[in-house]
């Protein structure tokens, strides 16, 4: 069981095998987008990525273990600095753009109001549309903001209820559950879509403390209350959240090459511009209706891709050459 669980650490949570299931994530969002925005007729091969949702699951679960790792590096100071350095250049940016390329009919005093929504997180409690285009906005980033600047204070009591029975730990993750059930059947988009992942988000950070202090069977007896959470929420998206753990898991334990390797590491390195810059096609080429066949969009939506990701991330570089992706 140590030598799997030291498999698991290694192939999932190691930082080059961590990109690599990013970028995995994030083409798996991008198709997700397609799915769900395309109004023409969809190829049959579309649908297998109708779960795509599952790619932010990946993201906030990964991202939770890494974070933990951080903040006991580092402090809280540093931890706080190597995150705003993250995220908020390149996010400028994206909003710099955003507003004055597809979003410009709008006062700028009203501009300017939603840019601060957006990086306070404030935003996540707004509808979620805006302005004469009703463009359906960037929830995400106000997401993992909020999740950044408490992430102390989550580290902090779920590293004390892990110290104690594991009783206090089950209950914890119980009532987890019935927040994100209650969020998925009660509470309006954009906030949904971020409290009803707390489960995975903070189940990675039980992850890291638990690996850390080699408790297996406690991390264990934790996926499998998250799994029959999930098979007896009767809410779909809640059931392929709880099982991300596990399948990554057996995904560990499964010897052999992985495809791709290399190039989908690399999409995994800069995940967080590629995710920024297929916003601007997806939400705003579809709404146009240039193209009725979905592969003209899909080729758009890549040649915009990496021209604005390959910039975003030029532009992240130079604002910050000694950044790695931590």
Same mark, same amino acid.
């Given at each position: 069981?140590?030598?799997?669980?030291?498999?698991?650490?290694?192939?999932?949570?190691?930082?080059?095998?961590?990109?690599?299931?990013?970028?995995?994530?994030?083409?798996?969002?991008?198709?997700?987008?397609?799915?769900?925005?395309?109004?023409?007729?969809?190829?049959?091969?579309?649908?297998?990525?109708?779960?795509?949702?599952?790619?932010?699951?990946?993201?906030?679960?990964?991202?939770?273990?890494?974070?933990?790792?951080?903040?006991?590096?580092?402090?809280?100071?540093?931890?706080?600095?190597?995150?705003?350095?993250?995220?908020?250049?390149?996010?400028?940016?994206?909003?710099?753009?955003?507003?004055?390329?597809?979003?410009?009919?709008?006062?700028?005093?009203?501009?300017?109001?939603?840019?601060?929504?957006?990086?306070?997180?404030?935003?996540?409690?707004?509808?979620?549309?805006?302005?004469?285009?009703?463009?359906?906005?960037?929830?995400?980033?106000?997401?993992?903001?909020?999740?950044?600047?408490?992430?102390?204070?989550?580290?902090?009591?779920?590293?004390? +209820?892990?110290? /104690?029975? #594991? &009783?206090?730990?089950? @209950?914890?993750?119980? *009532?987890? $559950? !019935?927040?994100? =059930?209650?969020?998925?059947?009660?509470?309006?988009?954009?906030?949904?879509?971020?409290?009803?992942?707390?489960?995975?988000?903070?189940?990675?950070?039980?992850?890291?403390?638990? +690996?850390?202090? /080699?408790? #297996? &069977?406690?991390?264990? @007896?934790?996926?499998? *209350?998250? $799994? !029959?959470?999930? =098979?007896?929420?009767?809410?779909?998206?809640?059931?392929?959240?709880?099982?991300?753990?596990?399948?990554?898991?057996?995904?560990?334990?499964?010897?052999?090459?992985?495809?791709?390797?290399?190039?989908?590491?690399?999409?995994?390195?800069?995940?967080?511009?590629?995710?920024?810059?297929?916003?601007?096609?997806?939400?705003?080429?579809?709404?146009?209706?240039?193209?009725?066949?979905?592969?003209?969009?899909?080729?758009?939506?890549?040649?915009?891709?990496?021209?604005?990701?390959?910039?975003?991330?030029?532009?992240?570089?130079?604002?910050?050459?000694?950044?790695?992706?931590?």
């Amino acid at each position: 069981m140590t030598n799997h669980i030291e498999e698991f650490r290694n192939r999932v949570f190691e930082k080059n095998n961590r990109f690599y299931l990013m970028g995995i994530a994030i083409l798996w969002i991008v198709l997700l987008h397609f799915y769900c925005w395309f109004q023409g007729k969809l190829p049959w091969w579309i649908y297998y990525f109708c779960d795509g949702q599952t790619g932010v699951d990946i993201f906030l679960f990964l991202s939770a273990y890494g974070l933990e790792a951080s903040y006991r590096r580092n402090g809280w100071s540093i931890f706080y600095k190597n995150r705003a350095k993250r995220i908020l250049p390149v996010y400028f940016l994206f909003l710099i753009l955003l507003f004055g390329l597809f979003i410009n009919d709008a006062p700028i005093d009203e501009i300017l109001k939603q840019c601060t929504a957006q990086i306070t997180g404030i935003s996540l409690f707004q509808k979620p549309e805006f302005f004469s285009t009703h463009f359906e906005f960037d929830w995400f980033t106000p997401a993992i903001i909020i999740y950044y600047v408490l992430f102390p204070a989550i580290s902090y009591v779920l590293k004390f +209820i892990v110290k /104690k029975d #594991i &009783k206090l730990e089950i @209950i914890l993750f119980i *009532i987890l $559950i !019935i927040i994100s =059930l209650y969020a998925l059947r009660n509470i309006q988009l954009p906030i949904k879509l971020s409290l009803y992942r707390l489960p995975i988000f903070i189940l990675g950070v039980a992850t890291f403390i638990h +690996i850390q202090h /080699k408790q #297996i &069977k406690r991390l264990l @007896i934790i996926y499998t *209350i998250m $799994i !029959i959470g999930g =098979l007896l929420s009767n809410q779909h998206w809640f059931l392929t959240s709880s099982i991300v753990p596990s399948l990554l898991l057996v995904y560990s334990m499964i010897e052999g090459q992985r495809p791709f390797y290399k190039a989908i590491s690399l999409i995994g390195r800069h995940s967080y511009e590629v995710y920024l810059a297929h916003i601007f096609p997806v939400t705003n080429f579809f709404m146009l209706y240039i193209f009725d066949n979905i592969y003209y969009y899909i080729t758009a939506t890549i040649i915009w891709t990496i021209v604005v990701a390959t910039f975003f991330s030029i532009f992240q570089r130079f604002i910050n050459p000694a950044r790695n992706h931590k």
